[in-house]
Nanobody, 115 residues
Framework: QVQLVESGGGLVQPGGSLRLSCAAS????????MRWYRQAPGKERELVAT???????NYGDSVKGRFTISRDNTKNTVSLQMNSLKLEDTAVYYC?????????WGKGTLVTVSP
């Protein structure tokens, strides 16, 4: 079955960097788009970044120029490099993919940006 496992979250100061990773299994990873979402306390889940199976990328307006999504189809992983982190980037970050109109989610990894 499809499994997505995020890692790399933690506590970081404003202006700092973190790199999140998502290990995928149970499907033909290289054939599917992958996404990172985030959900801050009291807010709706927000799409952060998308990388298509052919490596086209798109970003939410709030992270453009600061975050970079990438994928390694040999390792079945998708990563999110987050630079110049802000207080408002604090959230649980989720890895996501869709197959046959079904959404699959990881359990998330917490990123806390705090002085």
């Amino acid at each position: 079955q499809v499994q997505l496992v995020e890692s790399g979250g933690g506590l970081v100061q404003p202006g700092g960097s973190l790199r999140l990773s998502c290990a995928a299994s149970g499907f033909t990873f290289g054939s599917y788009d992958m996404r990172w979402y985030r959900q801050a306390p009291g807010k709706e889940r927000e799409l952060v970044a998308t990388i298509s199976w052919y490596r086209n990328t798109n970003y939410g307006d709030s992270v453009k120029g600061r975050f970079t999504i990438s994928r390694d189809n040999t390792k079945n992983t998708v990563s999110l490099q987050m630079n110049s982190l802000k207080l408002e980037d604090t959230a649980v970050y989720y890895c996501n993919t869709e197959r046959d109109a079904i959404q699959f989610w990881g359990k998330g990894t917490l990123v806390t940006v705090s002085p």
